[in-house]
């Protein structure tokens, strides 16, 4: 009786999440991942209340297991390196979903054959225990890593503390059923207990933390008319910041007013505005030297330590300076290595060894970020150059 109850409660949970999600059009890769995640999990809770109050069959429920748990992992981490500006291509994002598109169907072809009797209960539980390591090594490894390159790369605005949040809930929920597990088999002894409800409820927070977000962005977007009012700002100042946003167009708005509305996170780091021009000075001065950015393994901590600047000293930099994140500075630099070949018309270039001379990883997120950046593919915009070299 409980566990039909809570995971109908949790299915009705992710159901107004996906409708509130599915209302607001997805504005880039994160928004789409986050849909397909709830839509993975209400189909995951669907399926679990299909076996438990329509079918009655208690032992499906429990001991078949779904394959839906292989996704979550995987989902969490494409989505990290899609922020962080290093998406990866489409056959890797598919080697790392096999597991879980096999094991799902594995988990349907089971449903099936156990209704028909064509399969004996042993059976089952000796797949559901080799899949029970596969799924903890995937939900523990997954976040734990995506937690690592986020907190390496000071990943600390809306986006970041979202993905590091989820991960934090998928490792709590499954220490949570592992630590129930072990205490009901060895000292509790509660028979009538359902272990998955556990992970299943800490689960839950996922589309709550998703729709947190969803709102604070809306509430966000919707400050486009006047900056708040700042002591520190004159009369004269406010007057003329009002004026400006007369004429800034509708989408740059509540940009500008969120950048007037940031938190003061580095108040007290000891940096004036003084000392970051002469780090943002030395920071562009060494990146037009040493070329830093052309190798695919850069990271914020080996670019602190060759410009001899405190690690926390460089993030302040990047976020409050140069309003972006590393990985976003790199691949601009990236990015502007790769026009300044393709302008030539008299250089052969080819397009997948463009990509890994500039300090890509793979041509698919080379060509995500240049289309980012110019609005066109680097083949259109090679061709674009060429056409106009040919008519001067």
């Given at each position: 009786?409980?566990?039909?109850?809570?995971?109908?409660?949790?299915?009705?949970?992710?159901?107004?999440?996906?409708?509130?999600?599915?209302?607001?059009?997805?504005?880039?890769?994160?928004?789409?991942?986050?849909?397909t995640?709830?839509?993975?999990?209400l189909?995951?809770?669907?399926?679990?209340?299909?076996?438990l109050?329509?079918f009655?069959?208690?032992?499906?429920?429990?001991?078949?297991?779904t394959?839906?748990?292989?996704?979550?992992?995987?989902?969490?981490?494409?989505?990290?390196?899609?922020?962080?500006?290093?998406?990866?291509?489409?056959?890797k994002?598919?080697?790392?979903?096999?597991?879980?598109?096999?094991?799902?169907?594995?988990?349907?072809?089971?449903i099936?054959?156990?209704?028909?009797?064509?399969?004996?209960?042993?059976?089952?539980?000796?797949?559901?225990?080799?899949?029970?390591?596969?799924?903890?090594?995937?939900?523990?490894?997954y976040?734990?890593?995506?937690?690592?390159?986020?907190?390496?790369?000071?990943?600390?605005?809306?986006?970041?503390?979202?993905?590091?949040?989820?991960g934090?809930?998928?490792?709590?929920?499954?220490?949570?059923?592992?630590?129930l597990?072990?205490?009901?088999r060895?000292?509790?002894?509660?028979?009538?207990?359902?272990?998955?409800?556990?992970?299943?409820?800490?689960?839950?927070?996922?589309?709550?933390?998703?729709l947190?977000?969803?709102?604070?962005?809306?509430?966000?977007?919707?400050?486009?008319?006047?900056?708040p009012?700042?002591?520190?700002?004159?009369?004269?100042?406010?007057?003329?910041?009002?004026e400006?946003?007369?004429?800034?167009?509708?989408?740059?708005?509540?940009?500008?007013?969120?950048?007037a509305t940031?938190?003061?996170r580095?108040?007290?780091?000891?940096?004036?505005?003084?000392?970051?021009?002469e780090?943002?000075?030395?920071?562009m001065?060494?990146?037009?030297?040493?070329?830093?950015?052309?190798?695919?393994?850069?990271?914020l901590?080996?670019l602190?330590?060759?410009?001899?600047?405190?690690?926390?000293?460089?993030?302040?930099?990047?976020?409050?300076?140069?309003?972006?994140?590393f990985?976003?500075?790199?691949?601009?630099?990236r990015?502007?290595?790769?026009?300044?070949?393709?302008?030539?018309?008299?250089?052969?270039?080819?397009?997948l060894?463009?990509?890994?001379?500039?300090?890509?990883?793979s041509?698919?997120?080379?060509?995500?970020?240049?289309?980012k950046?110019?609005?066109?593919?680097?083949?259109?915009?090679?061709?674009?150059q060429?056409?106009r070299?040919?008519?001067?």
């Amino acid at each position: 009786m409980w566990s039909v109850l809570v995971i109908t409660c949790l299915l009705f949970q992710t159901t107004v999440a996906v409708y509130l999600v599915n209302i607001a059009r997805a504005k880039d890769d994160l928004d789409r991942n986050l849909r397909t995640f709830l839509v993975i999990l209400l189909v995951h809770l669907a399926t679990k209340l299909l076996l438990l109050a329509v079918f009655q069959d208690f032992f499906l429920y429990a001991q078949v297991p779904t394959g839906f748990g292989l996704a979550y992992g995987p989902l969490l981490w494409v989505t990290a390196r899609s922020y962080l500006g290093k998406p990866l291509g489409k056959r890797k994002i598919g080697y790392h979903f096999l597991p879980f598109l096999v094991f799902s169907a594995l988990y349907f072809f089971l449903i099936i054959i156990a209704r028909l009797g064509g399969i004996s209960p042993l059976a089952i539980i000796r797949y559901a225990s080799v899949y029970e390591w596969l799924v903890m090594a995937s939900l523990y490894g997954y976040p734990l890593y995506t937690r690592y390159l986020l907190r390496r790369q000071d990943a600390r605005d809306a986006k970041g503390r979202l993905l590091v949040n989820m991960g934090n809930v998928l490792v709590l929920g499954m220490c949570a059923g592992v630590l129930l597990s072990f205490l009901h088999r060895t000292v509790l002894r509660l028979p009538d207990f359902d272990l998955r409800l556990l992970p299943y409820i800490c689960f839950s927070a996922i589309p709550i933390l998703i729709l947190r977000y969803r709102l604070q962005g809306t509430a966000a977007a919707e400050k486009t008319t006047t900056f708040p009012v700042d002591d520190r700002r004159s009369p004269a100042e406010s007057r003329l910041a009002e004026e400006l946003l007369l004429v800034i167009p509708d989408h740059i708005a509540p940009l500008l007013a969120e950048t007037a509305t940031r938190d003061r996170r580095y108040e007290k780091s000891g940096l004036d505005s003084s000392r970051l021009d002469e780090y943002s000075g030395a920071l562009m001065a060494f990146m037009e030297k040493s070329h830093v950015y052309l190798d695919p393994d850069i990271s914020l901590d080996e670019l602190a330590a060759q410009m001899k600047m405190p690690r926390h000293h460089l993030t302040q930099l990047l976020n409050d300076r140069l309003m972006k994140n590393f990985y976003s500075f790199i691949n601009e630099y990236r990015i502007g290595a790769a026009i300044a070949r393709l302008d030539d018309p008299e250089e052969e270039v080819n397009i997948l060894s463009l990509a890994f001379d500039c300090g890509f990883n793979s041509r698919s997120s080379f060509n995500n970020y240049f289309k980012k950046i110019t609005g066109c593919t680097p083949s259109a915009y090679r061709k674009r150059q060429v056409i106009r070299a040919v008519s001067s």
